[in-house]
């Protein structure tokens, strides 16, 4: 579990230099959970998952990872880290750049070759490619082998920032593969993303950071979710029925310039029970899902 | 560390502009010692070192690099070091080409074994010069360990300049210069050294001090150093 209590970080000494990036911030991310860290440019998330690796000492405040120091060799041993940009040797070739890695994390030498191949494989970059120095690749192809290496040794811990940059809607889809294997199999993930949508769709808990301030924390997932909201788009001439019959049903729908309903929902099940209301009533359904929408919290905490 | 060696000649070898400059470097001291510029010692080859050392260290912090490899269960010491080794077998490599090199050509065009080009004297000019810019590297290690890009250059630039400012009027001062002097930039006759000749002299001891000293403090700020990376 990684415990983070009162952190606090300022960056310059004197007057306009001065930034205070961490003011706080205390959270916990429990074993196999996948929280998601969001908040616009500048308000410390980067400077938090440096804290988190052991790159920064925080001024205040402690980070623990299972009781340890998060530069512990232990929990490095545990490690996978991907950064924004990926920024290595470029005269190195991919497959020198992989094995390199591989060594560091204590792997075999004689198992190098299979295990960069295998890792090459599953974010889908091509044997030649991995011939290549990395000074040919682009920045998606930059993001995959950063991501291989990420998730060389199967990490318990993976720190990942900005992942599917730069990357093309099918390496968006890999990326969210392999992230969502890495938790199948119970590693713990901390993803820095501004793709909401993405974040929506592996984490379990997000929290809203802005001016070095934990100030929100939303659980997407499980019983426990504290933000679920239901969508519905139906015609336009149905729209105020549609109103009606979600209200009878105890909903508090909310009509959006697209045509679209959206309401809070407790779980599935009552999304359910509006798709089947609206079924009953003859009211020709077009959409239907549940979303934590983060745009949304997004732009709710930006205005604050 | 072996894997952090082999980085380091990797990227060094392995840099198109940077074997071209080294090449260039071995040909024009091969050719100069052939015209028998050479009588004392090697006079372009020294220059190779602060190619091979300057920004060791900062490089990887601006790039990045630096904290993907402290993700790993690697421990800042043995990285810096093992960038201190790297730079090591780099320049030795180095001296070793060039002195086979110059062996050759001088053994090519005088058709005979020239004395001033005889394996023993090459040898003891590589070691000379080894020792010597090993030296040059740990204080550049040092530097490299706080100063951006090739700042370190500088840093060793300005430290031998205060340490050779003009005589001091007050005594003290030109005394307490003098000791500095000797003991951060220590002159060792390596040459003399190497053939047995005072190896455990005073002069060899404050070698082995300073480097020791320039290490040492490379390995303390090195680890209390943050690295901040990307931007929030």
Redesign the interface.
């Known amino acids: 579990m990684i415990a983070v209590s009162g952190v606090s970080k300022t960056?310059g000494r004197f007057g306009a230099r001065r930034v205070k990036?961490l003011d706080g911030v205390s959270l916990e991310v429990r074993r196999g959970e996948a929280l998601g860290l969001i908040g616009p440019?500048?308000?410390?998330?980067?400077?938090l998952l440096?804290c988190l690796?052991?790159?920064?000492?925080p001024d205040g405040g402690t980070i623990t990872v299972d009781g340890k120091a998060p530069?512990d060799?232990?929990v490095?041993?545990r490690?996978?880290?991907l950064?924004?940009?990926?920024?290595?040797?470029r005269?190195?070739p991919g497959r020198?750049f992989l094995a390199?890695?591989w060594?560091?994390?204590?792997g075999a030498r004689n198992r190098a070759k299979a295990e960069v191949e295998a890792a090459a494989d599953r974010v889908g970059l091509e044997r030649p490619a991995l011939a290549r120095p990395l000074r040919g690749y682009s920045r998606g192809m930059l993001q995959r082998i950063g991501l291989a290496?990420a998730l060389l040794h199967d990490p318990e811990l993976l720190?990942l920032?900005e992942p599917a940059s730069g990357t093309d809607p099918r390496g968006v889809a890999l990326v969210r593969e392999r992230i969502l294997e890495a938790k199948a199999r119970g590693a713990t993930i901390v993803l820095n993303s501004h793709q909401l949508a993405e974040v929506e769709k592996v984490c379990d808990r997000v929290v809203f950071i802005d001016s070095g301030r934990l100030t929100k924390s939303e659980t997407l997932r499980g019983d426990s979710a504290t933000r679920r909201r239901g969508l519905v788009r139906v015609s336009a001439a149905g729209l105020a029925a549609a109103a009606s019959v979600l209200s009878r049903e105890g909903f508090e729908p909310n009509a959006d310039a697209n045509g679209s309903l959206r309401f809070p929902v407790g779980s599935d099940d009552d999304m359910a029970r509006a798709i089947r209301a609206l079924a009953l009533a003859d009211i020709p359904l077009y959409e239907a899902k549940v979303s934590a929408e983060l745009e949304e919290l997004f732009s709710e905490k930006a205005r604050a | 560390m072996i894997e952090m060696v082999r980085r380091y000649v990797r990227q060094k070898y392995g840099s198109p502009g940077l074997l071209v400059a080294l090449g260039i470097l071995a040909l024009i001291e091969t050719f100069t010692f052939a015209n028998g510029g050479g009588r004392g010692g090697f006079v372009i080859a020294p220059w190779a070192i602060f190619l091979l050392a300057a920004g060791s260290v900062s490089r990887d912090v601006s790039s990045g690099a630096l904290q993907m490899i402290l993700s790993r269960p690697i421990r800042r010491t043995e990285y810096l070091f093992g960038r201190y080794l790297g730079i090591l077998v780099s320049y030795g490599l180095f001296l070793a080409v060039t002195s086979a090199l110059i062996f050759l050509v001088v053994h090519l065009t005088t058709g005979s074994a020239a004395e001033d080009a005889s394996p023993l004297r090459l040898v003891l000019l590589a070691g000379d010069n080894f020792l010597t810019g090993a030296f040059q590297a740990a204080i550049l290690l040092m530097f490299s360990t706080f100063l951006p890009g090739i700042a370190d250059l500088l840093g060793l630039l300005v430290l031998f300049l205060v340490l050779h400012l003009p005589p001091w009027n007050k005594t003290w001062l030109r005394n307490a210069a003098d000791a500095a002097r000797e003991n951060l930039l220590p002159q060792v006759s390596w040459n003399e050294a190497l053939r047995g000749e005072g190896i455990l002299g005073a002069a060899t001891g404050r070698w082995v001090f300073a480097l020791t000293v320039y290490l040492v403090l490379a390995a303390v700020i090195f680890s209390r150093r943050e690295l901040p990376y990307g931007q929030d």
């Open positions: 960056f990036a440019n500048g308000a410390g998330k980067t400077t440096s690796l052991g790159f920064l000492r530069d060799l232990s490095r041993a490690t996978g880290y950064p924004e940009r990926l920024g290595f040797d005269d190195l020198a390199f890695h060594r560091l994390a204590g290496q720190f920032d």
